[in-house]
């Protein structure tokens, strides 16, 4: 199947070759939480990794995708998806499976603030996230912990959060912050 694609050559097919350094290596991964990646990553060091695997779950696409695979999908993929990563792969785009990504798609866009936050309580859910208390916050932004107090009120009643911690997961998983 990839032979037949023009812009791609197949230098080994499961079989090291220490003479080639792949652009792209592709692997049929059994389980995906084995080591087999790391392994994979080494053979070849300059090489975008595309993984087939059944079962994957998000997190652990996550944690693939964390440890330098470039591209893991279904294992039952038709070839057109499997071509396509690779060329993606190839250029440098990260590829995973659209079902992968629901559980932090799905908590975008059931999650639509009723009422978005202000640019000023953004700001401070930012510095929430970076660890700073109420008095740093105050300190940093020039306002009394008073007023940092009331935008923690108003941030934490838009979440719908009980607690900072929860604020902050909300604000990233929601977009609005970055770490």
């Not at 049929?28 to 939480?33: A, E, M, S, T």
């Not at 107090?149 to 959060?161: C, E, Q, R, V, Y």
């Amino acid at each position: 199947m990839l032979s037949r694609d023009a812009n791609i050559e197949v230098i080994a097919s499961g079989a090291e070759d220490d003479n080639q350094d792949p652009d792209v290596i592709v692997a049929d991964l059994d389980r995906p939480g084995e080591e087999a990646p790391q392994e994979l990553l080494e053979l070849g060091p300059d090489s975008s990794l595309v993984l087939l695997v059944s079962g994957a779950q998000p997190f652990t696409t996550l944690e693939l995708l964390r440890s330098g695979v470039r591209a893991v999908i279904p294992r039952d993929s038709n070839p057109a998806q499997i071509i396509a990563a690779i060329h993606a792969a190839a250029v440098g785009l990260v590829i995973m499976s659209p079902q992968d990504l629901e559980p932090w798609l799905a908590n975008s866009k059931a999650a639509q603030l009723l009422e978005p936050l202000t640019a000023r309580e953004t700001e401070v859910l930012g510095m929430l996230a970076e660890g700073l208390s109420n008095k740093l916050i105050a300190h940093r932004l020039e306002i009394s912990e008073h007023t940092v107090k009331f935008h923690m009120t108003s941030i934490l009643s838009k979440l719908n959060a009980s607690s900072r911690t929860e604020a902050v997961t909300l604000g990233i998983r929601r977009g609005l912050i970055m770490l």
